[in-house]
């Protein structure tokens, strides 16, 4: 009785160097190429899947280089932010200070700081910036985000983006949302791009998470500095 596929497979992984011993072989078996191409030998083959496998193994590399370049750089802004709001004199400051700050470090296209306990006197004449009652957002059907205490990312409704945004509403295409404090005890930041698929439901939420720490830090009534 010959031997059975799976023992020859078998033996040839408990045998790695048996090629290697009968190179001459390599040249006279043949493996199928793809379908309607004929057969190729082991050793265009196994030069063939090398390629493939180098393929693979480069766009990976690529892929940790990128994340790595994107992690830094958002570092790099978030070191900047607080340094902004280390030299604030105060909460008032801060507070009004944050919308601007936030756009020109991030490159944002439009944020708004929704805030529960702020006083109106302060938020006045800071156009990204609201003293919203939670229940306002609530009646909007935003609970969501801040019951789930974790950022959320899509397409909101005509009506959202204006409670959200107002005049510029109709210029946002996609939104982010994120809770400041413990299940958003202190608002909401929201923020918004003119590209619809820029922040899609799939988007990595690392980035609103590490700026709402921060923005969550610096707008608490309890924090004497950053």
Do not use: W
């Not at 900047?80 to 919308?99: A, F, N, Q």
Request: hydrophobic fraction near 40%; proline fraction near 4%.
């Amino acid at each position: 009785m010959g031997l059975t596929p799976d023992q020859v497979a078998a033996y040839l992984r408990e045998n790695p160097d048996f090629f290697h011993l009968h190179a001459d072989l390599l040249l006279e078996l043949r493996v199928p190429h793809g379908e309607g191409e004929g057969a190729v030998s082991l050793v265009e083959r196994q030069l063939e899947l090398l390629r493939r496998r180098n393929e693979e193994l480069r766009r990976t590399l690529e892929e940790y280089i990128e994340n790595a370049r994107s992690s830094d750089m958002l570092a790099s802004q978030l070191n900047h932010l607080v340094t902004k709001l280390l030299c604030c004199s105060g909460l008032d400051e801060r507070l009004r200070s944050l919308p601007g700050q936030l756009k020109e470090i991030f490159s944002l296209d439009f944020v708004r700081l929704l805030l529960f306990d702020a006083s109106p006197e302060v938020c006045a004449g800071v156009a990204d910036l609201s003293a919203t009652p939670r229940q306002d957002v609530m009646a909007e059907g935003l609970s969501g985000v801040l019951k789930a205490n974790a950022p959320r990312c899509g397409h909101y409704s005509e009506q959202q983006r204006g409670f959200l945004f107002g005049d510029a509403a109709a210029q946002v295409g996609s939104v982010a949302l994120a809770p400041l404090g413990g299940r958003g005890k202190l608002g909401l930041l929201a923020l918004g791009s003119r590209d619809p698929d820029h922040y899609h439901r799939a988007k990595s939420t690392e980035f609103l998470s590490r700026v709402s720490a921060v923005v969550s830090v610096a707008i608490s009534p309890n924090a004497g500095s950053v």
